[in-house]
């Protein structure tokens, strides 16, 4: 639509961009690649090859972390070395430091002189910190600056290095009337503390009311009249060429004044950099160097590995996000000037002000935007990547907040990084995620269980459900949310906690730690967590599509046509790549798969831009990509009038021509597909043999993901949410699904079951096999998770792989015994046919199963933690009760305002037919928050949170016997009464074992 727009440049956009980062981002991208393709298959923490103890104990390296959040330098280098042991006995696998305290609201008691952020006090205790993670063989990563955004002291809001904004005045002229005054003032004051601001240029423009569009006034962009000239000191005079309405605009450049949240941290106080320049890192880098780092803390880092961590990049200014090197590089990234376009970019509180035509408009934007992407990219992480490599540290971060390219940027990264509460759905976690993969990296961290009011009334269970589905899409490292410090001034039991209260109410995530009654079972969680970490940080991810993006925003939940909401419900799995990935070394196609050393996609899928009106866009560098690729036999489908394709930004002369005489020799290729309507993209999958990892024929809420080595195929399930319109909530799923065996897994593969709770190997017995595909059946509870390995028996020193599996049956389910033998269980009297894989039927007779049992009579002994003397002190009180029935603690009248530990105690008296062959599941049914079971003085192995049902095989036997359940819960009811200011306003939460709890005998016998 504007081929030929006036003051254009030369060069196409990707030209420019890929010349402009040839020492820049895409220098940072290809080292990472080159090195991912020959070590992409090779399986981390220390074994050469998956097998059953690899899984069993999980390396620290994979294990969870959290994030530490300190009163800045208000801590004790003795209680530091406990809080690392505290994590360390609970299994967890490492910590990041952070400074934030938005709960308290008199920040002079952290006396910020001598205690603040990066002083000696700080400084003595991360060396505290880094010594006793050593001698226990955690991580600890470290903040940037303290809390968000990135900011240090010496930095004044006037500084080159300050992050900076642009700000406009306008004055409005109407008939042809002379405009003689001030140049317009900025039309909101500067930020406290900003005593300098520069003019950058005053221009006029015509208002045409047909270009308005909502709150933004419409001018003609060819009226747009550079009168920065015409400026004589203080003051302009300019007389319109005509009699319409026209403004006036006046830009200046100055500081934003923004420091980070809840501060000051530090003295003097720290300000955000500019995180666009050279001068803005380079003032990070330059504080830490002189005045962090000594000989001690950098040979300390050096060997600690671990990583330096930047927040989401909440850059907050009235204006437009700015530094003085914008102008240079919008000409070198587009060939043209940026001045007569800014009034399309100028933004007041983050509202558009003018607008142009609305295509035009766009493309201005986009121009401006990826501009910004680009230098945020080259000149914050890929320095700050260089600057942390240089100190044996890497790089890990939260690439979202501004309109910059997320997904290019998660390439950059050493350790890109999402969080649950920002993230509107799994969408965002895929756009990392195809950023990491495509560079060969392996880590996706996430911020973890960010809950807004959740301060001391957060359930694992919730955390668990939280983290299931995000598993799914990508992520494989979590960093929870988060850990306080033991104690600061003022503050009242249970502790310091970083964000509660937070504006007098119960605030953010949790402060989890021995002050939490659920401590004492959150070793089964950090297990848990670790070997689903262990599987997904195993050697490549498999996914079926990659979608491109072309623009690579994040944290936004837009999601794929088709994909999102058909296909990811029928096992189908994806990542969004953008245009920087595309000249990656990775990106090339062999075997019809592109990045076949990495993700090995199956097809590539385009669609309009949905950031830019869902226009069919494609910049002529990308178009020529997905060309070469689709040439090279990569299936592809647009979706679209991608045959009048049209420029992402503002095209140069015959650009347009040129990008549709691509976009139409890519149309006619035989493995490419164009359809009109989003419901046919599965079809066109289908045309173009393309069919995904994992299939059901039923669309559930079942996720998957999957990972590749040499040896093994790992899948993870979780039935979960894939998108936030998934309604209605999600429920219990019980289907069959199949799986595929991708590359070079050898004969005899068979599939396993790794039971991320317990640690333990076990071979599937009941599946189906044609060529390289299984087929089982999955049951799971909503957010319940399955992982399933297809390996060779030996791998998992597995004696049972000869053995014949059961393909079919009709008791209720099939298990491989201890011996290798193959049983069928059922929990009710029958004769059952089991078809063995060997096409042998085999019938079981079982003549008698005892009746389930509903114990009716409990003993509670609870132990009721109340303050203490003083803020980290608990007393526990005790209460012996004797119940008829199970009721939530608040139901109870002695225990209505308890939080702590209760202990659940009754006998089951089973028949005397009860022998070897009979056992029993357990099934809790309710039950708030975390448990463990003894059965006749044995502790049974850790229970799955999300489905609370265990196997009691083995442990019982006839007559009595006595059944313990010892319950943990937060301590919100107890704060109730304790803190009523904070947490006084909310109902009481439903405590402990709620039930119904049922014994439900089975009898196992063996079949082959």
């Known amino acids: 639509m504007h081929e030929n727009h006036p003051q254009r440049g030369g060069v196409t956009r990707r030209s420019v961009l890929a010349a402009g980062l040839t020492t820049g981002v895409l220098a940072a991208l290809a080292p990472a690649a080159s090195a991912a393709a020959s070590t992409a298959k090779t399986v981390p923490a220390g074994a050469a090859t998956p097998t059953a103890s690899w899984f069993a104990g999980p390396a620290k390296a994979v294990r969870p972390r959290f994030r530490w959040w300190w009163p800045d330098g208000l801590v004790d280098p003795a209680e530091i070395a406990r809080e690392i042991d505290q994590m360390a006995d609970a299994g967890f696998g490492g910590a990041e430091i952070a400074a934030v305290h938005h709960s308290i609201t008199d920040t002079s008691v952290l006396d910020t002189a001598h205690h603040g952020w990066g002083s000696t006090a ?84 015509r208002v045409n009311t047909a270009y308005s569009s909502g709150k933004a006034t419409g001018l003609d962009v060819d009226s747009v009249t550079d009168l920065t000239g015409q400026v004589s000191g203080s003051t302009l005079t300019w007389t319109p060429p005509d009699s319409a309405t026209w403004v006036v605009l006046a830009y200046w450049q100055r500081g934003s004044g923004q420091q980070p949240e809840a501060g000051p941290h530090s003295s003097p106080a720290a300000y955000v950099v500019d995180h666009f320049s050279a001068a803005g890192t380079a003032a990070v880098t330059r504080h830490w160097d002189t005045a962090i780092l000594d000989s001690t803390l950098r040979r300390l880092l050096k060997a600690a590995g671990g990583a330096f961590f930047e927040d989401s990049v909440e850059l907050e200014t009235k204006g437009l996000q700015w530094t003085p090197g914008l102008p240079d590089a919008f000409r070198a990234h587009t060939g043209r000037d940026l001045l007569p376009y800014l009034p399309a970019v100028i933004l007041d509180n983050s509202n558009q002000i003018f607008a142009f035509e609305a295509r035009l408009t766009q493309e201005i934007r986009h121009d401006f935007w990826e501009t910004v992407s680009n230098l945020f990219n080259e000149h914050h ?311 995904s990892d994992v299939t059901h024929s039923v669309s559930s809420t079942l996720l998957n993901a999957h990972r590749a080595t040499d040896d093994v195929d790992f899948y993870y399930f979780c039935n979960g949410k894939h998108a936030e319109t998934v309604k209605p909530a999600v429920a219990a799923i019980d289907h069959d699904v199949t799986v595929r065996a991708t590359a070079r897994k050898g004969s005899g593969t068979v599939p396993y079951v790794l039971d991320p709770w317990t640690g333990r190997v076990t071979r599937l017995a009941r599946y189906t096999q044609d060529g390289d595909a299984f087929t089982f059946r999955v049951a799971l509870q909503p957010g319940e998770t399955l992982m399933v390995a297809l390996g060779r028996p030996a791998l998992f020193g597995d004696g049972s792989g000869a053995r014949p599996h059961a393909v079919a049956t009709d008791a209720d389910s099939a298990l491989f015994t201890a011996d290798g033998s193959l049983a069928v269980r059922s929990s009710a009297a029958g004769t059952f046919t089991t078809t063995l894989s060997t096409g042998r039927k085999v019938t079981t007779r079982i003549a008698d199963v005892p009746a389930a049992v509903t114990p009716d009579q409990w003993t509670l002994t609870v132990d009721d933690w109340q303050p203490g003397a003083d803020a980290t002190s608990t007393e526990v009180v005790h209460h012996t009760l004797t119940l008829d029935a199970l009721l939530p603690w608040s139901q109870i009248p002695e225990l209505a305002d308890v939080g702590g530990i209760g202990n659940y105690r009754t006998t089951v008296t089973l028949p005397g037919t009860w022998n070897s062959t009979t056992g029993a599941l357990l099934r809790l049914g309710t039950v708030t928050d975390t448990c463990r079971v003894t059965v006749n003085g044995t502790r049974l192995d850790p229970v799955d949170r999300i489905n609370p049902v265990v196997d009691l095989g083995g442990h019982l036997r006839k007559g009595a016997n006595t059944i313990e359940i010892e319950v943990a819960t937060p301590l919100f009811n107890r704060l109730r009464i304790s803190n009523p200011a904070v947490f006084g306003s909310a109902a009481r939460q439903a405590y402990g074992l709620v039930g119904p709890v049922q014994l439900v005998p089975y009898v196992q016998q063996t079949v082959a």
């Open 122 to 205: 700080w400084q003595d205790g991360v060396k505290a910190a880094l010594r006793q993670a050593a001698r226990r063989g955690l991580t600890v990563d470290l903040t940037l600056g303290p809390s968000w955004p990135v900011a240090v002291p010496g930095v004044t809001p006037d500084d080159e290095a300050a992050v900076k904004e642009l700000a406009y005045g306008k004055a409005t002229v109407t008939g042809g009337a002379t405009y003689d005054g001030p140049v317009p003032a900025p039309v909101y004051a500067a930020a406290s503390g900003v005593t300098v601001q520069k003019l950058f240029a005053v221009q006029a423009a």
């Open 381 to 691: 992480f890929e320095a700050l990547k260089a600057w942390a490599h240089g100190h044996g540290m890497k790089l890990r971060s939260q690439p979202y907040g501004l309109q910059t390219d997320a997904i290019a940027t998660a390439a950059i990264l050493d350790i890109p990084e999402g969080e649950s509460l920002g993230f509107k759905n799994l969408d965002d976690y895929r756009c990392l995620a195809g950023g990491r993969d495509m560079a060969g990296s392996r880590i996706l961290s996430c911020e973890a269980g960010a809950y807004a009011g959740g301060a001391y009334n957060t359930t694992w269970d919730k955390f668990l459900r939280t983290m299931g589905g995000a598993y799914a899409a990508g992520v494989n490292q979590t960093v929870i949310h988060g850990f306080s410090y033991a104690t600061a001034p003022g503050v009242s039991w249970p502790g310091f906690a970083a964000f509660s209260p937070y504006s007098g109410a119960p605030g953010y995530g949790e402060s989890w730690g021995p002050r939490q009654p659920t401590w004492r079972h959150v070793p089964h969680i950090a297990g848990y967590l670790g070997r689903v970490h262990e599987v997904l940080q195993s050697g490549t991810v498999r996914a079926d599509v990659a979608v491109f993006r072309q623009t690579g925003y994040s944290a936004t939940g837009i999601g794929a046509s088709w994909l999102t909401s058909t296909g990811v419900p029928l096992g189908w799995t994806h990542q969004f790549l953008s245009g920087p990935l595309l000249d990656l070394p990775s990106a090339k196609v062999a075997g019809k798969r592109l990045a076949p050393d990495g993700p090995n996609y199956k097809a590539l899928f385009l669609e309009g831009d949905f950031f830019y009106g869902s226009t069919p866009t494609l910049a002529v560098p990308d178009a020529r990509k997905l060309l070469a690729f689709a040439r090279a036999g990569l299936p592809t489908v647009l979706l679209g009038a991608f045959d009048q394709a049209l420029t992402p930004g503002v095209p140069d002369t015959d650009e347009t021509t040129e990008l549709r005489a691509l976009t139409a020799q890519l149309l006619a290729l035989p493995n490419v597909r164009q359809v009109t309507d989003k419901t046919l993209v599965g079809a066109a999958f289908a045309d173009l043999g393309v069919t």
